[in-house]
C-alpha cells in the first residue's frame, strides 16, 4: 500500500521566517500535488508537479519533487500570517490519473 | 457560479438512517470524486467516475452507494449510517484521468451520526 508522509505534522513558526515541508512516499510516481485547506473549508490545488526535478512557485510558496528520492519539498520563505493553513501532498498511487493517496497534512501556524 | 456544488453544507441524523449528498460540477469535467476526511483531517479516496463510469471503489462498505446520472453529478447515498460514518465528505472533479489536472473540490458535507 502506497504510504504518503508529511513531516512535521504541526509547524508554528515567526512571520519572517523560512521553512521546509517534506513529503515521502513508498512507491514510484512521477507526480505529486500540494494542497492547501483552511479551517473549516475545502481544499484548494496549489501545485502539480509532473516529473523529476519539476520546481514551481508562487509567492512565498515554492515546491519540488525528486522522484529518485520519492521525496517533495515545500518551501516557505518570508512567511506571514495568511500562510497559516493546513498542507497536504498527494501522490496518484497508480498511475492512473483517478484517484489520489494524501499525506497525513501539516498544519502551519504563523504567529508574531 | 460556484464550480463544485455539494448539497447539503451538514448533515445531522440518527444511527441506522439513510441519507444522501448531492454534488455538481460546472466545469465540464469528466471526471468526478467522493473523499471522506476524518476528524484527525485525513484524507481518504472512496470513488472516481469517468463518463459516468465507477474507476475506483476503495474498500468502501457496500453502504455507500454513489451514483453519476450524467459526467456533471455525482452523488452519494448511505445507507444504515454507522457513528464511524460521521466525517466531512468532500467531492471533487478534474479533467481527464491522466493525473494531470488538479482536483477542484466542493466545499465539504459535515456528516454526523448521533
Known amino acids: 500500500e502506497l504510504k504518503v508522509e508529511q513531516n512535521p505534522l504541526f509547524l508554528s513558526m515567526q512571520e519572517g521566517k523560512n521553512y521546509t515541508i517534506y513529503c515521502n512516499y513508498s512507491?514510484?510516481?512521477?507526480?505529486l500535488y500540494w494542497y492547501r485547506q483552511d479551517p473549516g473549508k475545502s481544499l484548494e490545488s496549489l501545485f502539480v508537479?509532473?516529473?523529476n526535478g519539476a520546481v514551481k512557485q508562487e509567492g512565498r510558496l515554492m515546491a519540488s519533487l525528486d522522484t529518485k528520492a520519492r521525496l517533495s519539498t515545500l518551501h516557505i520563505t518570508a512567511a506571514v500570517h495568511d500562510l497559516s493553513a493546513t498542507y497536504f501532498c498527494?501522490?496518484?498511487?497508480w498511475g492512473s490519473g483517478y484517484a489520489l493517496n494524501f499525506g497525513k497534512g501539516t498544519s502551519l501556524l504563523v504567529t508574531p | 457560479d460556484t464550480a463544485v456544488s455539494q448539497t447539503p453544507k451538514y448533515l445531522v441524523t440518527q444511527m441506522g438512517n439513510d441519507k444522501s449528498i448531492k454534488c455538481e460540477q460546472n466545469?465540464?469535467?469528466?471526471?468526478m470524486y467522493w473523499y471522506k476526511q476524518d476528524s484527525k483531517k485525513f484524507l481518504k479516496i472512496m470513488f472516481s467516475?469517468?463518463?459516468?463510469?465507477?474507476?475506483i471503489n476503495e474498500t468502501v462498505p457496500n453502504r455507500f452507494s454513489p451514483k453519476s446520472p450524467d459526467k456533471a453529478h455525482l452523488n452519494l447515498h448511505i445507507n444504515s449510517l454507522e457513528l464511524g460514518d460521521s466525517a466531512v465528505y468532500f467531492c471533487?472533479?478534474?479533467?481527464?484521468?491522466?493525473?494531470?489536472?488538479?482536483?477542484?473540490f466542493g466545499s465539504g458535507t459535515q456528516l454526523s451520526v448521533l
Open positions: 508537479l509532473l516529473s
Open positions: 498527494a501522490v496518484d498511487p
Open positions: 466545469l465540464g469535467h469528466d471526471t
Open positions: 512507491t514510484t510516481s512521477d507526480r
Open positions: 471533487a472533479s478534474s479533467q481527464g484521468g491522466q493525473g494531470r489536472e488538479k482536483l477542484f
Open positions: 467516475y469517468n463518463n459516468k463510469e465507477l474507476i
